[in-house]
């Protein structure tokens, strides 16, 4: 009975922990809303300049569960529900010059990490981890690359040092990258594929690409999260492309694990993703778009709420200034790779 009554009290203690944070995050959408009606501005933007402004009650254990909540849980979702906007129509509309443009990006990102790497005379495999992270997605990205790099001696990979960091920076560049780049593609006056192929191909977390994309306009966010699912489903080659080259300083064991841990890594909203799409491509979403894509954006809101509240920079003061230099520099060069390709579509 004790069991039971444990089991039953369970989600109210649950909600009891989250709802501090997640009212925190409604309100903050709340207002980012009525700010964006009144002065025709993109909702995303505000809500994640109002987050940042409240980032000092983050770490209160009163609201770090629900933000926890909104910026990781929600955000995912509502990437997830975006799947209902797209058919597979529109993948095949990016056409092989946006495939070659993104393959490209990706290689050259990860030449550029190793070779930064070898310059500021850090290991070569801080390199690869910058760069990959860079190219593909963030610090997912980067578990999965540093899980089939060689061991060391004492039995760590030389990188599990740097892999916070990096995933640090990467979300910081990311939401740096979400506020800049809409700006350049507005000014530039990028059309919607061309922003969406800057956006999707340049910025390092699939939910900033999302919110990036999307306050430019809806094609614009439909082109950039394309582009995005196309370099994140690059993960699985670039890891097997890393493990099999360095395979010889792997044990069998490792290699035997490697397919687990890639079906681990790579994010369950990504699925929920394409399975909407294929729904939709098939058109059996009939009626339900509307409202799936206002569940996707009110769920974006409340994770953006919650993202800018998490976003802080004294993370970056003990990571060293030669790893922070790395990922500025491959951050740039996908940037110019991506937006010199975009600019060519615009001519």
Same mark, same amino acid.
């Given at each position: ?22 009212a ?11 700010? !964006?009606? %009144? ?6 933007l ?31 979702l ?13 993948v095949?509309?990016l056409? @092989? ?11 050259s990102?990860?030449?550029?990490? @190793?070779w930064?790497?070898?310059?500021l ?20 990205a980067?578990?999965a ?6 061991r +060391? ?20 560049l ?18 919607? +594929? ?20 999307y ?19 690059l ?22 694990? %490697? ?5 681990? %890594? ?7 993703f ?5 729904l ?5 979403l ?5 409202? %799936? ?8 809101l ?14 970056? !003061? ?5 790893l ?5 520099a491959t951050?740039? @060069? ?14």
């Open positions: 009975m004790l069991a039971r009554a444990a089991l039953l009290d369970a989600p109210g203690q649950v909600l009891r922990r989250v709802w501090p944070g997640w925190t995050c409604v309100l903050i959408a709340l207002a980012a809303s009525f700010v !964006a009606a %009144l002065h025709q501005g993109p909702p995303m505000y809500a994640l300049l109002f987050g940042t402004a409240l980032h000092c009650h983050n770490p209160e254990d009163r609201t770090a569960a629900g933000v926890e909540l909104c910026s990781r849980t929600l955000l995912r509502g990437v997830g529900l975006l799947g209902a906007r797209i058919t597979w129509e529109q095949a509309h056409g @092989w010059p946006t495939v070659l443009v993104v393959l490209g990006a990706v290689a990102t990860l030449a550029c990490g @190793w930064g790497a070898k310059l005379r850090l290991p070569w495999a801080v390199g690869v981890l910058a760069g990959g992270a860079t190219a593909i997605c963030g610090a997912s980067a578990l690359i540093g899980a089939v790099l060689p +060391a001696a004492e039995g760590q990979t030389p990188t599990e040092r740097h892999a916070l960091v990096v995933a640090v920076m990467a979300t910081l990311s939401t740096a990258a979400m506020l800049a780049y809409p700006l350049i593609a507005r000014h530039l006056q990028l059309s919607p +594929a061309a922003a969406g192929l800057f956006i999707g191909g340049s910025i390092h977390d699939v939910a900033q690409v999302v919110v990036a994309g306050s430019i306009s809806p094609a614009a966010g439909d082109a950039a999260s394309l582009v995005k699912l196309l370099r994140v489903s993960l699985v080659v670039v890891v097997l492309g890393v493990s099999v080259a360095c395979r010889a300083t792997g044990t069998s064991t490792e290699r035997k694990t %490697l397919p687990m841990r890639l079906g681990g %890594l790579v994010p369950s909203f990504l699925w929920l394409v399975a909407l799409a294929v939709n491509s098939l058109g059996w009939n009626g339900l778009q509307e409202p %799936l894509n206002m569940a996707s954006r009110a769920c974006l409340l994770g953006v709420a919650g993202l800018g509240m998490k976003t802080s920079f004294p993370h970056l !003061a003990s990571a060293g200034w030669r922070v230099l790395l990922m500025l951050s740039v @060069w996908l940037g110019a790779v991506c937006l010199g390709a975009a600019w060519s579509l615009k001519t």
